[in-house]
């Protein structure tokens, strides 16, 4: 029988290598999937080989737009409901010639083809599929309501989109008013300021405290602009560098949930995805401890997932979710309320599925809102800008032709 060499994901996210006998490679896939393993790489050892066959093949990943993860998502759904299933879906796509989703379509089967799980095909695929989709993804297949996963997971792209969009519109107006003030200041400093100093220094009097240090600035902008460029340059590249460390993103992720209305959409999606998640699993036949485990796993907000941890330890060792959950104070109060309830009843996963819905609904109307809300509060924080602008010219002006009438 052959001997295969793989490389492998385990379930808490560790790389596993090794070796095995399988009749093929779809056979070694499966065998790996048996084991709790996701094949990342299989390769076949024979005694010319067997060297270089250790080593995982490089991975050529695609690039696909938003736009495309968006129909790939509701067109996989459409095909799943309809009743066929995963690798025939993925067959019907693969004349899907006007974008890039032919050629990922491409791919992706021969992946499932060979036994691979559709979340592994896609994060062997493409970087365009995040870890939190293709979460939810493994979430769907472990559950058995893969087609009700796609569906949502369309729902909340294109809600996403939209809100970019809301966004990115929102801003094109203060944006515009930042850019033609941050000029008109560059101007008066560098340009007008010196001007009036010069008109100033010609009658011989003391120059104003403000224009002199406005001078000071003119100059600085004039001879040092290249290291205000350099020290601009080496912030950026140090907040790239310190951006995907632990200790930041954790940080920036209990921010979030601090701030004003970013902590109630953050919120609000969390608990969408808990309840929609954990609904599925558990209608599925998934067993609780395991439930928690890929709903843990979805969840990309650190801070929430330190927290979902802890709760899965409570439960592991006797407590009820309801009781976990309101310990560590990771859901509302009304969250903890319907999962109390649904305890209660024995109908769980039932209580979560019509809690999901409302959630929804709720997720959409927050989103909205503060939309509606982030054009004002720009324009309100422009207006302080411009003015204090305003303000301080004005008064250099002023305080100029004081000095020349004395």
Known sequence: MPAFQYQALAADGSVKTGSLEAADRGDAVR??????????????????????????????????????????????????????????????MENRTSSGLGVLARKIRALVRDGVPLSAALRQTSTSFDELYCNMIAAGENSGSLPDIMDRQARHLRLMETLHGKVVGALIY?????????????VMVTYLLPKLAGLLGGTGKKLPFMIQASLWLSDFLKHWWWALLIFL????????AVRKTTAIRSGWHKLMLSLPAIRDITRAHFELLYFETLGSLLRGGVPLLFALELVRK?????????????????????????????????????????????????????????AATRMDVQLTRTIERVTA??????????????????????????????????
Not at 49 to 69: F, G, I, M, W, Y
Not at 233 to 239: A, D, E, P, S, Y
Not at 324 to 349: C, F, N, P, W, Y
Not at 373 to 397: D, E, K, R, S, Y
Request: aromatic fraction near 2%.
């Open 31 to 92: 065998l790996l999937a048996r084991r709790g393993l996701q094949a990342r790489s299989v390769q076949t050892m024979t005694a010319e080989n067997k060297t270089a066959a250790a080593k995982p093949a490089a991975e050529e990943h695609l690039r696909v737009s938003k736009a495309d993860v968006i129909r790939f998502t509701e067109d996989m759904g459409d095909l799943l409901a309809s009743g066929l299933q995963v690798e025939q879906a993925l067959h019907a």
């Open 174 to 186: 203060p944006a515009f008013l930042i850019v033609s003030g941050a000029a008109l200041a560059v």
């Open 233 to 240: 340059g080496m912030l950026v590249m140090t907040l790239f």
């Open 298 to 354: 979805a969840v990309t907000n650190l801070h929430l997932r330190q927290g979902l941890t802890k709760a899965e330890d409570m439960v592991r060792e006797g407590s009820s979710l309801s009781n976990a959950m309101r310990k560590t104070d990771v859901l509302g109060s009304q969250s903890v309320d319907v999962i109390r309830i649904g305890e209660d009843t024995g109908h769980l996963a039932e209580v979560l599925g019509k």
């Open 373 to 406: 809300l982030i054009q004002p509060c720009l324009l309100l924080l422009m207006a302080v800008l411009v003015g204090g602008l305003v303000w301080t010219m004005v008064n250099i002006v002023f305080s100029t032709l004081s000095q020349l009438n004395r």
